[in-house]
Nanobody, 124 residues
Framework: VQLQASGGGLVQPGGSLRLSCAVS????????IGWLRQAPGKQREGVAC?????????YADSVAGRFTIVRDDNAKNTVFLQMNNLQPTDTAIYYC?????????????????WGQGTLVTVSS
């Protein structure tokens, strides 16, 4: 499984960014796609994920109501993370990943496959 992430960058507080993740390879070997992030000096944490069917999503409490994860209707192995009202605390490297999309399992320990990270910096 290969994951290609894109969309990071620099944004001011209150701004928006959209990340994308395209999965290729053995695409039946995962149950969900999403992102984890790692801020400087902190552990990697789950951010959001969406199930293969698109019926189930998970959001970390810190991003719920601000971030939205959706699947591309035309390319179902591609997902987008729309990040609104970004805050400096959202600054981190965001990693696209596959695994079981549920609150207990969307964490680094249980991830099956990782993509490369993309840096999101929120600063004025």
């Amino acid at each position: 499984v290969q994951l290609q992430a894109s969309g990071g960058g620099l944004v001011q507080p209150g701004g928006s960014l959209r990340l994308s993740c395209a999965v290729s390879g053995f695409t039946r070997d995962y149950l969900g796609i999403g992102w984890l992030r790692q801020a400087p000096g902190k552990q990697r944490e789950g951010v959001a994920c969406i199930s293969t069917t698109g019926e189930k999503t998970f959001y970390a409490d810190s991003v719920a109501g601000r971030f939205t994860i959706v699947r591309d209707d035309n390319a179902k192995n591609t997902v987008f993370l729309q990040m609104n009202n970004l805050q400096p605390t959202d600054t981190a490297i965001y990693y696209c990943a596959t695994g079981v999309c549920s609150r207990p399992y969307w964490r680094a320990t249980y991830i099956d496959h990782w993509g490369q990270g993309t840096l999101v910096t929120v600063s004025s």
